[in-house]
C-alpha cells in the first residue's frame, strides 16, 4: 500500500526515464507496475506515452459484479487497460484471509478475462524451518491451478518466500533454484512439460540491484517480483538492466 495517486504517474515516468537511460527498453525482458487502484487510470495514461512498460493491478474478485464492497473485477481492470494481475500474494493470504480455494477462483477470473495472473507462493520461516517447503508449495500451487481447467497461458509463477517480504532478508540463489524445478514439475503434471516449459517463473522477497542477479542466472528463475525496490526508479531499472543480461 504505497504510492498515492499524485505520486505513482511520476514514478512511472521517472523508471520509463531510467530504461531508456540504461538501455534496457525493447529487450527481451517484460516490464510490469501494479500500482494502487486509484492510481491505476493515471499510470494507464502514463504508460501510452512510454513503450516496453505493462500495467498491472494488484489482485481482483472472482465475480464480474455484485455485492462484493471494496473488490475490483476482471472487467474493471481490463478496462482501465491492466495485461497483469497479481493473485495470491502472501499478503493478502496473511492480513486477509485468502485461501488456495479463492485463489484459485481469482486466477480463473484473470484466465477468463483474458488476464495474464502472477501467482505468488512461498512458505513461512516456520514452515521452511520445520523442513515443509517443498509441502507447502505443493498444497498452494496445486490448489490455485484448479481454476487453470483451461490452461496456462500467460501464467507466471513467482516464488516469494514470505520470510524474505520486507525483511531485507533475501532467499540465496540456490533456494530460489530449488524451488522453481519444484514448481516446473508441478506445472508439467498439470498441463505437461510443453506447456510447463512455457510458464515463467519468478522470484520475490528483497529482492535489490545487489543481490538481482544471484537470482537471474539460475537456470529456472526468469525474472523477479520486485517489492520495496520498485519504488525507486533508479533501483527498478538496475534491476531490469540485470535480468536483460
Known amino acids: 500500500m504505497h504510492g498515492l495517486r499524485s505520486r505513482s504517474s511520476a514514478l512511472v ?22 500500482p494502487p487502484y486509484t492510481a491505476l487510470c493515471d499510470v494507464g495514461r502514463e504508460l501510452q506515452r512510454t513503450r516496453g512498460i505493462d500495467l498491472g493491478a494488484q489482485n481482483l474478485h472472482w465475480e464480474d459484479k455484485g455485492a462484493f ?22 499478503e493478502r493470504r496473511q492480513f486477509f484471509g485468502e485461501t488456495d480455494e479463492s485463489v484459485s477462483r481469482r486466477l480463473g477470473a484473470a484466465l477468463r478475462h483474458g488476464l495474464q495472473p502472477i501467482l505468488c507462493v512461498g512458505e513461512t520461516w516456520e514452515e521452511r524451518e520445520g523442513g515443509r517447503t517443498e509441502e507447502v508449495l505443493t498444497t498452494q500451487l496445486r490448489g490455485a491451478l484448479a481454476g487453470a481447467d483451461g490452461g496456462p497461458a500467460g501464467l507466471s509463477v513467482a516464488y516469494e518466500p514470505v520470510w524474505a517480504i520486507g525483511t ?14 519444484l514448481i516446473r514439475t508441478l506445472l508439467a503434471e498439470k498441463f505437461g512439460p510443453k506447456e510447463a516449459a512455457g510458464v515463467r517463473i519468478l522470484y520475490g522477497g528483497s529482492v535489490k540491484p545487489d543481490n538481482i542477479g544471484e537470482f537471474a542466472t539460475q537456470f529456472d528463475v526468469d525474472g523477479a517480483l520486485v517489492g520495496g525496490a ?8 538496475e534491476i531490469v538492466r540485470q535480468v536483460m543480461g
Not at 521517472?14 to 527481451?28: C, H, I, Q, V, Y
Open 69 to 90: 464492497t471494496g473488490e475490483i473485477s476482471g472487467p474493471m481492470l481490463v478496462e482501465v487497460g491492466c495485461r497483469y494481475v497479481i493473485v495470491g500474494h502472501s
Open 168 to 181: 531485507g532478508r533475501a532467499a540465496q540463489g540456490r533456494d530460489a533454484q530449488a524451488a522453481a524445478v
Open 13 to 34: 515516468a521517472d523508471l520509463a526515464k531510467e530504461l531508456e537511460r540504461l538501455g534496457a527498453t525493447g529487450g527481451p525482458v517484460d516490464v510490469v507496475v501494479c
Open 230 to 237: 520498485s519504488l525507486d526508479p533508479g533501483a527498478f531499472a
